[in-house]
């Protein structure tokens, strides 16, 4: 439920006064900047409701959420937190790929920050891929291989290749099995959920969320509890796909969540099928 839906109480206003205090200035800043705007409401337009108060750096930051940076003007920032702000706004000022691409790599600025008419190049979208989080890695995964990044054989797809197959990685990212089955079905389609675009899938790539796929299994949290899972087998279960995503009907996602608890809760549960087919 967004803030215009809820009103805005003083106690929903102390809620999100409490959200913004809570972070680091880095953190905040790194959140302003990727998240720039969510069901019409900007950073401004919440500084204007909950009127926090801060001194030094913080300030700083509050000043600029509410009245831009000014004057971009002259040399970077010197405070390392104050200089990635001051990069985001060059980032709006980039004429030319290349430009953005150094503007990412210098600031270490998030996808959301790049014009989207430099999202087609690939050679923003190599330097995104330097220091991108894994879950940001695999949900691109095709929109990397549709600008020609990701290639039979090139640097980013050897790079790519061993990230999706580090067991530690997987772990780390705490995506569910369904999760990754979703990006290998819709990335081995070659083309994305909302129909944006379409790419000719790299084997190594889809090999490679294979095996994630079979990997993140063994990394479900169990919860402890008992569970009687009952799977319709019906055969309306194989037709259509789930939230769009191309090839994942309704019997795999099934088929999936229910091995996943099963893997982790055991021998803690009872699966069963039931049907609807006379």
Partial sequence: MSLAERGSGSGLRRAVKSWYESKSDADLVYQAIKYQQRDGWSHRDVMRLIHPKAEGRRNDIYR??????????GSVHPDEVL???WGFEQMKRASSPEEAAALVRQFNLPR???????????VVWDALLERMPFMAMVRNLGNMTKVGLLAPNSAATQKVYRLLKDDDGIRASRLHPIQFLAALSTYSSGKGAKGNGEWTPVQSISSALDYAVTRSFDYVEPTGKRFYLAVDVSPSMHQGVIAGIPGLTPAM??????????KAEAPNYV????????
Wanted: hydrophobic share 50%.
């Fill in 64 to 73: 600029w959420m509410v009245k831009g940076w000014g004057d971009i003007g």
């Fill in 83 to 85: 200089a990635r702000i």
């Fill in 112 to 122: 959301e920050c790049v014009k989207t008419d430099f999202l087609s190049s690939a």
């Fill in 253 to 262: 996602a099934s088929a999936v969540l229910a091995l996943s608890i099963a």
């Fill in 271 to 278: 699966i069963r099928s039931f049907s609807s087919a006379g």
